[in-house]
């Protein structure tokens, strides 16, 4: 108890290979301080074949589990039992290597298999931390087996397990890395190409052990994903490229999924790795309170293994992530130079009952594409507070959108307290970049209930590089929820930090909607400022709503000017129409009044004639 146990063998001829086969029990339990080691050892060109019982436990109190070492060139499960639980920890097992192959000090098999019949046990019994457990070879892995590194019952997070195969693996197996105490395990799945499809691997054949495998692919079936999230935060690695080609559903579970590949990330029934943005056919990924990660082009990947081309992320059309309450996480790592585009389609999360809706934050170096974001505050429980939208947070080279949408729930019917507010939506280019609206961005608040409750913040909504409208209207709505009695109610502030375009002259409109001016839904916040020019490229109707202060700092070409709000502050202000009357200028001071101040020339010029038509009068004011 408490010592190590080593057997090894090494190569005696080029005929003749080195075989360790251990079919029957092996015991080095852990007794006080001392924790158990068994390594079995086929040398550079011996094979390891484990069918037995090894146990390398430490079950009384205090004590930790052991290690367990089975490497060799061609190492293998069959039927075997390892136990590296602990009562305070679980301990190590290695089949095959150590994490991701990179440990000089433990050899790496070339091939590795687990049977449907074995098991690996490094489990926290009472307290601490789940074990260490890795499956790996340098070129094929296949596992089939049952991994189980849980944390302690009374306290003690979940353990740490890799299965890999550096250029393939087949993955038809569980892993459990739960916590009743703690925070669930993660999982780490990291060959050269991940497929997850309908079908996923086959069944592996009795004499297909250690096979080749031209493939260099983990081929996964979503239900193998599924269970393997139920039991662990799960991370796909891929050294090239992962493909999603079928629907994906983890909600029920709160562990989280992380892509991450060397080269492209694609979600299509039919993905084209060479050229992405051929891929066809819609796919669904939804989540639960875990959400998703996708990094592309990750720097953690092994670039010997990556195939070469610019990396992109791209969801064919009519794909859409879904959370429940998770929140949504894109990124461009920095393995390659160059910057390929990111396309995404429909992004919603939407809080679980009584919870706030995830954020949805992606950066990238490329141009960015996405169709429309939605967040959501869940639905408040019962006599429950509102909860708050998801923060919606854009980088990107360029940037076109569909449409952006965060909300807050409101209080539930039978409460006393305010409402959810929404999240804050921010929009940045590198590089000066250009960001494309073809939809409108809302940030609304819930309503508060009872007495003297507040609504919920209307979210703030800021632009830090030039906007060009390709939509009639774009409107940005921030509303805060309505409130109750002396309760309060807040809008978000709209604010372009350099200027605004329409696509073509005249044809593309704004509407500015910052709180609003009735004091019975709005009684602080709603400013505008925008800073740069307004209208180069002359804006149809500009129409201005806001509870507070409207600031533009340089010139603004428009058809026309409509602007209600508690103060107005230009420079300049221009309408022209061509070939019709000048367009109107019309500004109030709201309910609460305030100034008026339009430091340069106001004018307003009708339109020139078109061919043999009379002139055209100028707009009021």
């Known amino acids: 108890d408490g010592g190590m146990v080593t057997m090894s063998a090494q190569a005696v001829t080029d005929v ?17 301080e001392r924790n158990g080691v068994v390594v079995l050892s086929g040398g550079s ?19 930790k589990g052991g290690t367990v070492q089975a490497l060799g060139q061609y190492v293998g499960l069959f039927g075997a039992t390892i ?25 790496n098999a070339f091939r590795t298999y687990v049977s449907a019949d074995s098991t690996i046990n490094a489990d926290a019994l009472t307290t601490g931390n ?17 991994i189980s590194a849980r944390g302690g019952v009374e306290s003690g997070d979940g353990g740490f397990a890799e299965v890999s195969g550096k250029n393939s693996l087949f993955f038809n197996g569980t892993v459990d890395l739960r916590a009743t105490n703690g925070t669930t395990g993660t999982l780490l799945l990291d060959p050269k190409n991940i ?33 393997a999230i139920t039991g662990a935060s799960l991370a796909l690695q891929a050294n090239n490229d992962i493909t999603v080609e079928t629907g994906l559903d983890y909600s029920a579970t709160a562990n989280s999924l992380t892509l991450q590949a060397g080269r492209h990330i694609i979600l299509a029934t039919t993905p084209d790795t060479a050229t992405p943005t051929s891929s066809t056919g819609a796919v669904t990924v939804t989540s639960g309170v875990g959400g998703l990660t996708m990094r592309y082009n990750d720097e953690a990947a092994d670039g010997t293994n990556r195939d070469t081309g610019t990396a992109q992320l791209f969801m064919a059309t009519g794909s859409s992530i879904v959370t429940n309450g998770g929140g949504i996480t894109i990124t461009r790592g920095t393995e390659a130079t160059g910057d390929g585009a990111v396309t995404l389609r429909t992004l919603t999360t939407t809080g679980a009952a009584n919870t706030a809706g995830g954020a949805v934050s992606i950066t990238t170096t490329g141009a960015l594409t996405t169709d429309a974001i939605t967040t959501t505050g869940g639905a408040a429980g019962a ?30 019917a039978t409460g006393d307290a ?20 073809a939809g409108n961005l809302t940030a609304t608040g819930g309503a508060g209930v009872g007495t003297n409750r507040s609504g919920g913040s209307g979210g703030a909504v800021t632009f830090n590089d030039p906007v060009v409208l390709n939509a009639t209207p774009v409107t940005i709505t921030t509303t805060p929820g309505a409130f109750t009695g002396t309760g309060t109610s807040t809008g978000g502030n709209i604010t372009f930090l350099s200027t605004i375009n329409a696509t073509a002259a005249g044809t593309q409109g704004l509407t500015l909607v910052a709180g609003d001016t009735g004091a019975a839904t709005v009684t602080t916040g709603g400013d505008i400022a925008v800073t740069g020019i307004v209208g180069a490229t002359r804006l149809d109707a500009l129409t201005i709503t806001s509870a507070d202060d409207v600031t533009f700092s340089a010139a603004v070409t428009a058809d026309s000017v409509t602007s209600t709000s508690k103060t107005f502050t230009a420079t300049a202000l221009t309408t022209s129409v061509a070939d019709t009357v000048g367009g109107a200028v019309d500004i109030n001071a709201g309910t609460t009044p305030g100034a008026v101040s339009i430091t340069g020339t106001l004018t307003t010029t009708g339109g020139a004639a078109g061919a043999a038509a009379a002139g055209k009068a100028g707009g009021a004011v």
């Open 16 to 32: 003749i290979k080195s075989v360790v086969n251990q079919e029957g029990v092996i015991r080095a339990q852990s007794m006080e």
């Open 45 to 63: 060109e011996g094979i390891v074949s484990v069918s037995g019982t090894i146990d390398a436990s430490g079950t009384d109190a205090g004590e």
């Open 83 to 107: 136990n590296a639980s602990g009562d305070a920890g679980g301990g190590t097992v290695l089949v095959g290597g150590d994490f991701q192959g990179k440990n000089p000090d433990v050899q």
């Open 130 to 146: 789940g074990g260490k457990v890795i499956v790996w070879a340098d070129d094929v892995t296949r596992y089939n087996g049952s």
């Open 195 to 227: 497929r997850i499809t309908a079908a996923g691997a086959g069944v592996v054949a009795a004499n297909d052990t250690f096979a080749e495998n031209a493939a260099a692919t983990a081929d996964l079936s979503a239900a193998n994903v599924v269970t």
């Open 383 to 412: 006599a429950a507070a509102g909860k708050a939208g998801g923060a919606v947070t854009i980088d990107g080279l360029t940037i076109a959108v569909a449409a952006i949408t965060t909300s807050g729930s409101a209080t539930e």
């Open 418 to 437: 305010a409402g959810g507010s929404a999240g804050l939506i921010t929009l940045n280019t590198t590089a000066g970049g250009t960001i494309t609206l």
